[in-house]
């Protein structure tokens, strides 16, 4: 059993920072590799970050985000800054359970409900 759960999501104003986390239990997660994507309204699902044994962002993230994890914890991090109405979308963490990388959702197998994020004046 696999279990993913996002949190940290809520309603910001745009420049706002806020840090997103993805629980992970049922198995040790040190090993493997980790991403984030997100979903908004109407639009596929997209890329954010990966970590694994690099850190890999989509371009368009440009410094805003920072991925990291800490596997103390068992919890993945997304560390979001000066947001964008753009990067309202439900954002969510995912797996494969393997080390390889790929900015495609269908290479996931897992995946969490998702966190809300609206940025919004």
């Known amino acids: 059993q696999v279990d993913l759960v996002e949190s940290g999501g809520g309603l910001v104003q745009p420049g706002d920072s806020l840090t997103l986390s993805c629980e992970k239990s049922?198995?040790?997660?040190?090993?493997?590799?980790m991403a984030w994507f997100r979903q908004a309204p109407g639009k596929e699902r997209e890329f954010v970050a990966w970590?694994?044994?690099?850190?890999i962002y989509a371009d368009w993230v440009k410094g805003r985000f920072t991925i990291f994890r800490d596997n103390a914890d068992n919890t993945l991090y997304l560390q979001m800054s000066s947001l964008k109405p753009e990067d309202t979308a439900v954002y969510y963490c995912?797996?494969?359970?393997?080390?390889?990388?790929?900015?495609?959702?269908?290479?996931?197998?897992?995946w969490g409900p998702g966190t809300q994020v609206v940025v919004s004046s």
């Open positions: 970590i694994g044994s690099s850190i």
């Open positions: 049922g198995r040790s997660w040190s090993r493997y590799a």
């Open positions: 995912a797996t494969s359970l393997s080390n390889e990388m790929s900015t495609q959702a269908v290479f996931y197998t897992y």
